[in-house]
C-alpha cells in the first residue's frame, strides 16, 4: 500500500502537461541553391573580415562589436527574458513568506459597549507567523508557460545574435563605401588638376590668338564638372564616417583609414546548403523560438479550464505580551487546501485558447517566412557577386578603352586632325568610367560581406567573443 501511496503521490505532483507538444515543421527546402559557386570554400566559421587584410578594419569591427548600444541593448533584453523565466519557473515550487505585527490600541470607554475594568487599555498585541503556499500544477499550466519563457530566453539570445551579425556586416559594408568614396575623391581632385591645367593652357593661346573662346569655354566645362562633384563627395564621406561612429559607439567624428578600395583583398565566398543555414540563420532560430513559445501557451491557455489545486499553511505565535511571544500557549497554526475550477466564464477561457492558436499559426507563417527568405537572400548575394565579378572584368577593359580613346584624341588635336570637341567627348566619358570603376568594385567587396551576412554562419560565434560579453 504504501508503494502505491508513493506511486499515487508522484503523479499528483507530477500531473500531465495539456495541449500540443512541439514539434519542428516541415520545410521545403531547395537541393541546392541556384548560383551556388563551384569553387566556394568552407571559411563561414572563421572571422571573415580579416580576408580583407586590412588592420585597421579589423580594429573598428572590434571596437564595434565592444562598444555598440545595440550589442548591449541586445544583452539587456536576454537578462530580462532570463528574469521572466526565473519568476515564471518559480510558482512550480513552494513559496514562503513571514510576516510580524506589533499593535498597540486604546479602545474608547464613552462607547456603547464600554471596556470593563478588568481588561487593560490600552492594549497590546503581537504575533508572528510564517506561511507557505503550493499550487499544484497538475494540468502543465506554469510549465508550460516556463517553457514559453525559455524559448523566449532562447529567442532573445538569437536576437542578440542576430545584432552582432548585422553589426559586423554594417561596419564593414560602410567602411567599403568610406574607401570607395575616398579613392572617387582622389579621381576628382586629380581630373581637377588636370583640367585646371588644361584651362590655363587655352586660356594663354587664347590670348595669343592661337584657339577660340569656344575651346577656352569647353576646358572650363571640364574644370566645374570635376569641381561640382568634390562638394557631394566630401558630404557622402562625412556622412559615411559619422554612420561608422555610430555603430562603434562614438560620437561623430573622422575615421581612421586603411588600405584603399584597390588594395583590400577579396573576400573567399562561404560554401554552405540549405540545412547548414537553418542551424546558422539567427533570424531563423529566433523564429523557431517564438514558435516554440506561442505552441507552449496554447497549453497553458488550455489548462484554465482544468481546476486549480492549492495548499496554504501557516504556523506562528500570537499573545498580548511580547514575552509570552515565543512560549507554548501562544501557538497558531492552520493549513488549507483549496480547488477552484470554472463553470461558465462566458468565453473567457476559450478566447484565450483562441487568441493563443492563432498566435501559434502566425509564428508558424513567421518561422516559414524567415526560411523563404533565407534561401532568397543567398540565393541573390550569390548572383549579385558571380555577376559583379563579371561586370568589374569589363568595367577595366571599359576604362582601359576609354583611356586609350582619350590619349588618341590628345594626339590627333595636338596635330591638328581633329576638333577639341572629341578630346572633350572622350574626357566626359573617361571621368564618370573611373568613378564607375571605383564603385563597381566596391559592390563586389560588399556582396562578399552581403553573402557572409545572408548564409549567417558559425563566425558569428568567432564575433561573439568580441564583444566581452
Not at 98 to 125: C, F, H, K, W
Not at 198 to 219: D, I, R, T
Not at 409 to 437: I, K, M, S
Amino acid at each position: 500500500m504504501r508503494r502505491w501511496f508513493y506511486v499515487g503521490l508522484i503523479v499528483l505532483v507530477a500531473g500531465c502537461m495539456v495541449g500540443p507538444d512541439y514539434r519542428r515543421p516541415a520545410v521545403d527546402a531547395p537541393a541546392s541553391f541556384r548560383f551556388e559557386d563551384e569553387e566556394a570554400r568552407e571559411t563561414a566559421n572563421t572571422q571573415w573580415w580579416k580576408q580583407f587584410e586590412d588592420p585597421v578594419l579589423d580594429s573598428l569591427i572590434a571596437e564595434g562589436l565592444a562598444k555598440n548600444k545595440s550589442v548591449k541593448i541586445a544583452a539587456a533584453n536576454i537578462e530580462q527574458a532570463a528574469g521572466v523565466l526565473t519568476q515564471t519557473r518559480s510558482s512550480l515550487f513552494p513559496q514562503v513568506n513571514y510576516s510580524g505585527e506589533a499593535l498597540r490600541q486604546n479602545i474608547t470607554e464613552r462607547g456603547p459597549s464600554p471596556v470593563p475594568s478588568s481588561i487593560d487599555n490600552p492594549q497590546n498585541y503581537f504575533q508572528f507567523l510564517a506561511g507557505a503556499s503550493w499550487e499544484l500544477d497538475l494540468w502543465g499550466r506554469v510549465r508550460r508557460l516556463s517553457e514559453a519563457a525559455r524559448a523566449n530566453l532562447y529567442a532573445s539570445a538569437d536576437a542578440r545574435r542576430g545584432v552582432i551579425l548585422s553589426l559586423v556586416s554594417s561596419i564593414a559594408n560602410t567602411y567599403i563605401q568610406l574607401r570607395s568614396l575616398d579613392e572617387q575623391l582622389g579621381i576628382a581632385n586629380q581630373k581637377l588638376k588636370t583640367y585646371g591645367e588644361s584651362v590655363y593652357l587655352f586660356e594663354q593661346q587664347f590670348k595669343y590668338g592661337q584657339v577660340s573662346q569656344m575651346n577656352v569655354e569647353q576646358a572650363r566645362s571640364q574644370y566645374e564638372t570635376a569641381a561640382s562633384t568634390i562638394p557631394q563627395l566630401e558630404s557622402q564621406i562625412a556622412q559615411t564616417e559619422h554612420s561608422i561612429c555610430l555603430l562603434l559607439g562614438r560620437n561623430p567624428g573622422p575615421i581612421e583609414r586603411g588600405k584603399s578600395i584597390l588594395e583590400l583583398s577579396p573576400v573567399t565566398v562561404p560554401a554552405g546548403l540549405p540545412s547548414q543555414l537553418l542551424e546558422r540563420r539567427p533570424d531563423i532560430m529566433q523564429a523557431e523560438q517564438s514558435l516554440v513559445a506561442a505552441n507552449a501557451q496554447i497549453g497553458a491557455a488550455k489548462a484554465l479550464y482544468f481546476p486549480t489545486i492549492s495548499l496554504t499553511a501557516g504556523l506562528g505565535t500570537a499573545s498580548e505580551r511580547l514575552s509570552d511571544l515565543f512560549t507554548g500557549p501562544a501557538n497558531v497554526w492552520n493549513f488549507t487546501g483549496t480547488i477552484t475550477g470554472p463553470i461558465f466564464t462566458a468565453g473567457a477561457i476559450s478566447g484565450q485558447v483562441k487568441q493563443a492558436e492563432a498566435s501559434r499559426e502566425a509564428a508558424l507563417l513567421g518561422y516559414q517566412n524567415a526560411v523563404q527568405s533565407a534561401f532568397r537572400d543567398v540565393s541573390n548575394a550569390l548572383i549579385a557577386r558571380k555577376k559583379l565579378v563579371d561586370q568589374i572584368q569589363a568595367q577595366e577593359r571599359l576604362v582601359a578603352s576609354l583611356r586609350e580613346y582619350d590619349r588618341l584624341a590628345w594626339l590627333q588635336y595636338n596635330g591638328g586632325y581633329t576638333p577639341y570637341l572629341t578630346v572633350l567627348n572622350a574626357e566626359q566619358q573617361l571621368f564618370p568610367a573611373e568613378l564607375n570603376y571605383v564603385q563597381v568594385r566596391a559592390s563586389m567587396l560588399s556582396a562578399s560581406v552581403t553573402l557572409y551576412q545572408a548564409m549567417g554562419g558559425g563566425w558569428v560565434n568567432e564575433a561573439d567573443r568580441l564583444t566581452g560579453q
